[in-house]
């Protein structure tokens, strides 16, 4: 259905709008009737790939940055902008309790209450609490 939103909705001035984290999952038909990207942070090669694939060959370069934007940071290149731009994004407010870990303040700092001994005993005992 969204395919064929996306290849007839223009006659009927409707547009549509799409959002994955993972683009190769997409339908090819259906990007290639995306006349502007606003791209996010990507690390796989396979992903990176498909949306140089996507872009214009004088963009093409750019999807190599796509893996080094940061939180908040993205991509915007086609129609939409005159020159492919590296734009920062609005922040929501309140911003979402949804941070990374830190890991190497939980791996310096350790545990208030671990018992490391107990650990042992129900892995060993293949037991859950």
Sequence with gaps: MME????????YGVSIGVVSQRPTELSETMLSQ??????????SLDDQAYIRGLIPESEGNLAYVLSSLGR????VLGE????????PLYKPNPEPRSNDVSY???WRNG?????????????RTQNKR
């Design 80 to 87: 939409a902008v005159p020159l492919p731009a590296r734009v």
């Design 4 to 11: 064929r939103i996306a290849k007839e909705g223009r006659k």
């Design 111 to 123: 545990a208030d209450n671990l018992d490391v001994e107990e650990i042992v005993h129900l892995w």
């Design 34 to 43: 995306c006349s502007s990207f606003i791209c996010l942070h990507t690390t």
């Design 72 to 75: 908040g940071e993205d991509l």
């Design 104 to 106: 190497i303040n939980g």
